[in-house]
C-alpha cells in the first residue's frame, strides 16, 4: 500500500507540475496578448479620430471653397457694375452691384462657420499627432513591459527556488522533506538498536573481562621479578678478623663494604 501511494503521489506531482507550467505559460501569454491588444485599441481609436477629422477637415475645405467662390463672384460684379458705368449704363451697374451684394451677404454669413471650421480642422490634426506620437510610445512601452514581466517572473522563480518556498512540489522543498524523512528513519533505527541491547549482561561482561586481564598482567609482573631473583648468585661473605690458629670466623662481612664499618 505505501508502494502504490507512493506511485500516486508522485503521479499527482507530475500532473500539477504540468497544470501549474500551463497555468504559468496561459498568464504570460495572455499578459503579453492582453498589452499587445491595449497597443491594438489605440490604433483602432487612432482610426476612428483620423476618419472624424477627415471628415471634419473635408467640411472645412468645402466651406472655404464655398466661402472663396463668393468671394470672387463679389469682385467680379464689382467689376461688372464699373463696365457697365462706364458704358454710361447706370441700370446695368445697379444691378450687378446689387448682385454683388448677394454675393458679400453669403460671404459674411459663411465667414463665422469657416473660421470655427478651420480651428476644429487645426485642433484635430494636432489631436492625431499626439495620438500617433502616444501610440507610438505605447508600443515601445508594451515591448519594455512584456520584457519586465518576463524578467520578474524569472527573478521571482529563481528566488523561490533558492527560499525553498512557493509551489507545494517545489523541488527543493521536496529533496529537504525526504532528507527529514531519512533522519527520522535513521533516529528510529539507532532507538530500535538502544532498546535491543538494553538490560544484557554485555557491559558487565566487559568490566569483568578488564579486572581480569588486569589480574594477568600484574601476575606476569610478580613471576618475571620472582625468576629474575632466583638467576641472581648468593652475595659472598669475608670475616672481618683473622682467627686465632685453629680457631674459626666468628663474624664477617660482605664483600665490598668498606674496612673499619
Known amino acids: 500500500m505505501a508502494f502504490l501511494s507512493d506511485i500516486f503521489g508522485r503521479m499527482g506531482r507530475v500532473a500539477r507540475g504540468q497544470a501549474n507550467a500551463g497555468v504559468d505559460a496561459m498568464e504570460d501569454a495572455?499578459?503579453?496578448a492582453t498589452v499587445r491588444q491595449?497597443?491594438?485599441?489605440?490604433?483602432?481609436?487612432?482610426?476612428n479620430v483620423v476618419r472624424a477629422s477627415a471628415m471634419a477637415m473635408s467640411n472645412y475645405n468645402s466651406l472655404q471653397a464655398e466661402y472663396d467662390k463668393y468671394n470672387r463672384q463679389a469682385a467680379e460684379w464689382k467689376n461688372r457694375a464699373g463696365m457697365a458705368l462706364d458704358a454710361g449704363n447706370e441700370e446695368l451697374a445697379r444691378k450687378a452691384l446689387a448682385k454683388k451684394a448677394e454675393c458679400d451677404t453669403q460671404v459674411n454669413s459663411m465667414k463665422v462657420a469657416v473660421d470655427n471650421a478651420q480651428a476644429t480642422s487645426e485642433k484635430l490634426k494636432q489631436q492625431v499627432g499626439d495620438l500617433k506620437r502616444k501610440i507610438d510610445e505605447g508600443e515601445r512601452t508594451a515591448g519594455t513591459l512584456v520584457a519586465r514581466k518576463n524578467a520578474a517572473v524569472a527573478q521571482r522563480k529563481v528566488?523561490?527556488?533558492?527560499?525553498g518556498?512557493?509551489?507545494?512540489?517545489?523541488?527543493?522543498?521536496?529533496?529537504?522533506?525526504?532528507?527529514?524523512?531519512?533522519?527520522?528513519?535513521?533516529a528510529t533505527a539507532k532507538a530500535f538498536d538502544q532498546l535491543a541491547s538494553a538490560g544484557t549482561d554485555n557491559d558487565l561482561e566487559k568490566e569483568f573481562a578488564q579486572l581480569g586481564t588486569h589480574?594477568?598482567?600484574?601476575?606476569?609482573?610478580?613471576?618475571?621479578?620472582?625468576?629474575?631473583?632466583?638467576?641472581?648468585?648468593?652475595?659472598?661473605?669475608?670475616?672481618k678478623e683473622l682467627p686465632p690458629?685453629?680457631?674459626?670466623?666468628?663474624?664477617g662481612t660482605k664483600a665490598g663494604e668498606k674496612a673499619g664499618a
Open 159 to 163: 528566488s523561490e527556488a533558492m527560499a
Open 38 to 47: 491595449t497597443v491594438a485599441d489605440m490604433k483602432t481609436e487612432l482610426n
Open 245 to 251: 690458629a685453629g680457631g674459626s670466623f666468628t663474624a
Open 165 to 186: 518556498v512557493g509551489s507545494a512540489d517545489n523541488a527543493f522543498a521536496q529533496l529537504n522533506r525526504f532528507e527529514q524523512t531519512v533522519s527520522k528513519e535513521e
Open 215 to 239: 589480574g594477568v598482567d600484574s601476575e606476569l609482573a610478580a613471576l618475571k621479578a620472582e625468576r629474575q631473583k632466583a638467576t641472581l648468585p648468593p652475595p659472598p661473605y669475608i670475616a
Open 30 to 32: 495572455t499578459f503579453e
